[in-house]
């Protein structure tokens, strides 16, 4: 059974920084793409960041980019995504996310196993 375990999230201050952290177990994870989602008070989830496990490509939203990184261990099962400059509209829930064999997507309806999600709040 895929489990994927979020921490780090947390209170910043504007212009601060946070680094999430993904613990994917279950399966092996080879050639799936792990996705970080995040979804705010009264709006949809929406796309932060993927990364394909086995050749390390990455996308972003462009809400994120030259802010935010995504990033993987594979020997550990570990995904991470470092946020940078952070704004008070990041402020939301961070969900990890995997999706099985296949081309990056950015869309909910394309991953498969979802995590609990952690709190990041930005304060102005």
């Known amino acids: 059974q895929v489990q994927l375990q979020e921490s780090g999230g947390g209170l910043v201050q504007a212009g601060g920084s946070l680094r999430l952290s993904c613990a994917a177990s279950?399966?092996?994870?080879?050639?799936?793409?792990m996705g970080w989602f995040r979804q705010a008070p009264g709006k949809e989830r929406e796309f932060v960041a993927a990364?394909?496990?086995?050749?390390?490509?990455?996308y972003y939203a462009d809400s994120v980019k030259g802010r935010f990184t995504i990033s993987r261990k594979g020997a550990e099962h570990m995904v991470y995504l470092q946020m940078n400059s952070l704004k008070p509209e990041d402020t939301a829930v961070y969900y990890c996310?995997?999706?099985?064999?296949?081309?990056?997507?950015?869309?909910?309806?394309?991953?498969?196993?979802w995590g609990q999600g952690t709190q990041v709040t930005v304060s102005s």
């Open positions: 996310a995997a999706r099985p064999p296949g081309a990056i997507v950015a869309v909910t309806a394309g991953y498969e196993y």
């Open positions: 279950g399966r092996t994870f080879s050639g799936y793409v």
């Open positions: 990364v394909s496990w086995n050749t390390g490509n990455t």
